[in-house]
């Protein structure tokens, strides 16, 4: 009871850093105009001892042009902000709102599969109650060794779902919890009994066959990796497969594990496909008839959950009530495991993520980086037509899915918190995820992850602010994802 009456989350504001960046614009300032003085002298003086009328004129252009850049900047940092939570003063579990995770992945030779499912695992063993987890990912190879993978996954998490949860593990991706020191007491939740390392050592070796089951079949061949961009649509609900008796025992276990779905959309090389905006949107469809969750976590294949209890400290922010209405997404930074010790390109974007958006954050802030985000749905999905409106302009906006429109008009609803999953047609999610489903409608344009830009996801964050939507940055001490950074200049220039 006491609880509900303490904040979840707290504001600080840098006063000593955003008193020095203003004292330095200020003085800046002063600088330039005393600079922009000088050259305006320059048209004043007599013609005689007057130098070169060009030169003069392109340096002056040139510095108005850099001042202008310079003063733009500026605003990152007027007001620097930072945030604390505290996910213990969250509801009960039962009145947490489900989520939908989803994850991208578009070509197997460039992202292991082995490293995408590490992904998967590690959202589905986030510390949140499984009921209200789903974990989606979008195949745009529609590679069958992905959905193996994820079969393979699915029979490896009934093990290391119930192991994480037993001893709190804090890195949920096995890859990268098995990789760190033997002896960080920190990454076994500070369990070291002979009963955990035993488990620990079982675990491994399961990881270990996991690993190779999924990278044989990676070897065996494709047959459908010519067809990378002339596929039909696979949706699948990965579910229980195996005779094997020990995995027999854990799927009892089953049971308390999020759903897992595999979406691999159709393309056909006379439909634009639109990259990962496009992989998105379907996702966002096919999901809205499947679970439906209010919030979306948002991860690239490579950006595993480096802490299990990342999705309760995002949701401090969604269900503060006081913010709650306008605030479509909590953004975490980008954080890399691959970083040399001579990062000279400053591939763990420390200028931007440790400075800038800092100062993004206080202005209402900042865009969608792309992976690392708590989405409202609702934000993705409104339009100017109301619950009301009128089936047809529903239709022209949505498409042609009653099911789709249906779910639209459900996260409009003020008890949509506690909607649960859904029995949908077969017939209906093929026709989600099919290519041909925007033609004609607004997705892309208005709803769902916006196209027309390879920043799908610097632009759809500033689209909801221009909608009047806020965000808020999060940087926690410990990293809430991990993912690879660029390490060399040809990535770099790339990215
Ligand atoms: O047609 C595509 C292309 C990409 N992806 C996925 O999108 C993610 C990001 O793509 P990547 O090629 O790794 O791009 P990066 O430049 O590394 O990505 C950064 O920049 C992108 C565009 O701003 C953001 O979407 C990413 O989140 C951000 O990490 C990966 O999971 C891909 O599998 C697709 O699903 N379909
Ligand atoms: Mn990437």
Not at 4 to 9: A, G, I, T, W
Not at 76 to 84: G, L, N, Q
Not at 388 to 397: I, V
Request: hydrophobic share 35%.
């Amino acid at each position: 009871m006491e609880n509900s009456k303490l904040p979840l989350h707290l504001c600080h504001v840098h006063k000593l850093s955003n008193f020095i960046n203003r004292t330095h614009i200020l003085v800046h300032s002063v600088a330039l105009v005393f600079l922009f003085s000088y050259r305006a002298s320059f048209f004043f003086q007599h013609p005689k001892t007057k130098a070169g009328t060009l030169p003069w004129l392109l340096v002056f252009a040139s510095e108005v042009i850099l001042a202008f850049e310079w003063l733009l900047s500026q605003s990152f940092r007027w007001c620097a902000v930072s945030r604390t939570v505290f996910p213990e003063r969250l509801p009960e579990d039962d009145k947490l709102p489900p989520i939908d995770v989803f994850i991208c992945t578009a070509d197997p030779e460039k992202e292991q599969t082995v490293v995408v499912m590490n992904t998967v695992l590690s959202a589905m063993a986030m510390d949140y109650p499984p009921e209200k987890l789903h974990v989606y990912l979008s195949d745009d190879a529609g590679a069958a060794v992905t959905l193996n993978g994820m079969r393979e996954a699915w029979r490896f998490a009934k093990w290391w779902l119930p192991f994480c949860k037993r001893y709190g593990i804090k890195c949920t991706a096995p890859g990268a919890y098995f990789s760190a020191g033997e002896n960080d007491g920190d990454e076994d939740g500070g369990f070291g009994g002979s009963e955990f390392v035993q488990e620990k050592k079982h675990m491994k070796e399961k990881y270990e066959v996991f690993k190779k089951r999924v990278t044989e079949n990676a070897r065996i061949g494709d047959t459908r990796s010519n067809s990378r961009r002339d596929h039909s649509a696979v949706v699948e609900v990965i579910q229980e497969t195996s005779s094997d008796d020990a995995d027999a025992i854990q799927a009892n276990e089953a049971k308390n594990m999020p759903l897992l779905i595999y979406v691999c959309r159709e393309k056909r090389p006379s439909q634009p496909h639109n990259f990962k905006a496009g992989a998105l949107n379907v996702l966002l469809r096919v999901s809205g008839v499947i679970s439906n969750s209010p919030y979306i976590l948002g991860l690239d294949c490579d950006m595993h959950c480096n802490d299990a209890s990342s999705a309760r400290q995002a949701m401090c922010f969604h269900l503060d009530p006081k913010i709650s209405p306008s605030l479509a997404f909590v953004q975490l930074p980008q954080n890399f495991h691959n970083i040399s010790n001579n990062d000279i390109y400053d591939s763990q974007l420390r200028s931007a993520l440790k400075v800038l958006w800092k100062g993004y954050d206080g202005l209402g802030g900042p865009c969608v980086c792309g992976t690392g985000y708590y989405i409202k749905r609702v934000s993705l999905c409104e339009s100017s037509i109301s619950e009301a409106g009128d089936a047809m302009k529903l239709r022209q906006c949505f498409g042609p899915s009653n099911e789709f429109i249906k779910s639209v008009r459900q996260i409009n609803k003020p008890d949509h918190m506690l909607i649960q999953r859904n029995n949908a047609q077969p017939n209906e999610i093929q026709l989600l995820a099919s290519c041909v489903y925007e033609d004609g409608t607004k997705w892309g344009k208005e709803v769902g992850f916006l196209y027309g830009s390879v920043v799908e996801d610097y632009f759809t964050g500033f689209h909801l602010h221009c909608k009047g939507w806020i965000s808020m940055y999060f940087d926690p001490k410990r990293p809430q994802f991990l993912g690879s950074g660029t390490t060399n200049l040809d990535d770099f220039k790339f990215l």
